[in-house]
């Protein structure tokens, strides 16, 4: 869904994409790993989904953390 939202503002200028990216980040921000994992899963076929819940989609959840901790 977040490409989508994203993609659909460029024609809107930065300012618009800034908007939308603040704003999924702070989701990012305010969710515990589990829940970005099972989020992420959700949007994924089954075989896909089931590679994420893994340690791959923990790591990942890791690393959004992470490259959002700076502001």
Excluded: C, K, W
């Amino acid at each position: 869904m977040q490409n989508p939202v994203l993609f659909g503002t460029t024609s809107q200028g930065e300012q618009e994409q800034r908007a939308v990216v603040s704003q999924m980040a702070a989701v990012v921000r305010n969710s515990y790993p589990a829940d970005l994992v099972a989020g992420m899963a959700s949007l994924l076929p089954e075989v896909d989904a089931t590679e994420i819940t893994d340690a791959y989609g923990a790591d990942n959840a890791v690393h959004m953390h992470h490259a959002l901790a700076a502001g």
